[in-house]
């Protein structure tokens, strides 16, 4: 057989959603199943304006809420109200939880009405590859459609709502990938069958990890090293961390030494306050060579501007590309190549428990920023659980606290643990179960 034959037997639709950053963050790992392309159902060429409007609609109503959650008073209320639509029910007692939620019927009701995603479906379904899609909603429209392949949904959460699973899982053709044991289960209790269910772990940057965790490996002895000010993680654990890494690189160290911290603002950009505190109480140690701070921008310009603005307000222009960095794309392709990259730098994650909790499989400790909605609190728990997260403190004193998780090797702890207790082979094992 061919070389090109062999590459086309391996070829796969890749489906996600411009929708903030989580689903297309999925789906970027697996573009290389789709000649480096990605389809965005809400955002495709030819997508019906019929189909474009129910998806903006959807868009600007999350958002709306998201950015409302910040207005004083009434904003927590309103967003809780919303949230309660979406919510997880405590996986605690284990008890039958098939009946569709309002949510899930409603959308079932405007796909078979609208029609809603039959174009998309009728156009991939002329060439019928196995369909990823990293949200449920294609999911369903491929089902719904008769789309003549398998159907694959990636699971983005460490838990997950009812709104994840099909009206009729016992009769579901929709096969399950799931970054945890405990979404697995979840799915379960959602009346989904085992063998349409896979455990793979969450897709995560190749060029992060490298052949034989070569790259990985050697970011995280570097990280690890800067982590650890104090000699005290290494005191406690320094005769196993070549058990876990295998042999320390003879050349590990860099002569940058401030310790680099990447905060992360979300897709809607809602904690630009939250920013604005980090920037400015660790300005003292940005001057002083202790800290580097990475302002994740995005594709939003006006997040970009505010960085600006604020980094001119506090004096601190002059450090801009030794001191503090600022990632931001025009599109979200570039973005993620960038952040990506920008990972290898980076010692410690600051950002709320998106998508972005499975990236401390990379060795990256997790500063937990405050949730928003019902699925990152679960993700909130799940990084604690297993040690690779530690939550925030008032932000407005992280020059204080966050100098004491360096002393105390809380950080290097947590770096290791994620290593250890996340999965990380998320690509190479969807494509096992994709193509057997």
């Known amino acids: 057989m061919s070389e090109t034959k062999i590459k086309d037997s391996h070829n796969a639709w890749i489906v996600a959603v411009d929708m903030g950053y989580g689903h297309q963050r999925a789906a970027y790992p ?49 967003w809780n109200i919303f949230d309660k639509f979406q919510s997880i029910d405590p996986f605690y007692p284990r008890r039958n939880l098939t009946r569709p939620s309002l949510q899930l019927k409603q959308t079932y009701r405007i796909i078979k009405k609208k029609q809603w995603g039959k174009h998309l479906i009728e156009k991939l379904g002329k060439d019928p590859h196995p369909f990823i899609t990293t949200f449920f909603i294609p999911a369903f429209m491929a089902e719904v459609w008769e789309y003549p392949g398998e159907i694959y949904c990636v699971v983005t959460d460490a838990d997950i709502s009812r709104a994840w699973a099909s009206i009729d899982p016992h009769k579901s053709r929709i096969h399950y990938l799931t970054p945890t044991k405990r979404a697995y289960e979840r799915m379960r209790l959602y009346g989904v069958p085992k063998e349409k269910i896979s455990l793979t772990g969450f897709p995560l940057p190749k060029e992060n990890i490298g052949g034989d965790e070569k790259i990985l490996k050697q970011d995280l002895w570097r990280r690890i090293s800067v982590l650890d000010p104090t000699g005290v993680f290494h005191k406690n654990y320094g005769d196993t961390l070549e058990q876990f890494l295998g042999k320390k690189p003879s050349h590990i160290s860099k002569d940058d030494k401030r310790v680099w911290v990447m905060f992360a603002i979300g897709g809607a950009g809602a904690q630009r306050a ?56 025009d599109k979200k392709e570039d973005y993620f190549h960038k952040f990506n990259l920008a990972l ?26 405050p949730p928003i909605g019902s699925q990152e609190k679960f993700n909130k728990y799940w990084l604690e659980v297993i040690g690779a997260g530690l939550a925030q403190e008032n932000s407005k004193y992280t020059h204080e606290w966050l100098m004491d998780y360096l002393d105390n090797g809380w950080l290097a702890e947590g770096a290791l643990q994620g290593y250890l207790e996340a999965p990380r082979d998320g690509v190479e094992n969807i494509k096992k179960v994709v193509f057997k």
Not at 344 to 369: R, V
């Open 30 to 78: 697996l573009r290389e199943l789709d000649h480096q392309q990605i389809i965005n159902a809400n955002n495709y060429k030819g997508i019906p304006s019929r189909d474009r409007k129910i998806w903006k609609q959807s868009r600007k109503a999350y958002e709306a809420f998201t950015r409302f959650k910040r207005v004083p008073v009434i904003g927590e209320f309103v």
């Open 274 to 329: 939250l920013a604005c505190n980090i920037l400015e109480s660790l300005a003292v140690h940005i001057k002083t060579g202790k800290i580097g701070l990475i302002l994740v921008a995005g594709i939003h310009n006006d997040v970009l501007e505010f960085f600006k603005k604020r980094i001119t307000e506090f004096r601190l222009d002059d450090y801009v590309g030794h001191g503090i960095k600022i990632i931001s794309a």
């Open 344 to 369: 290898q730098d980076t010692d410690i994650l600051w950002t709320k428990p998106s998508e972005l909790s499975f990236y401390s499989a990379l060795g990256l400790p997790i500063i937990i920023a």
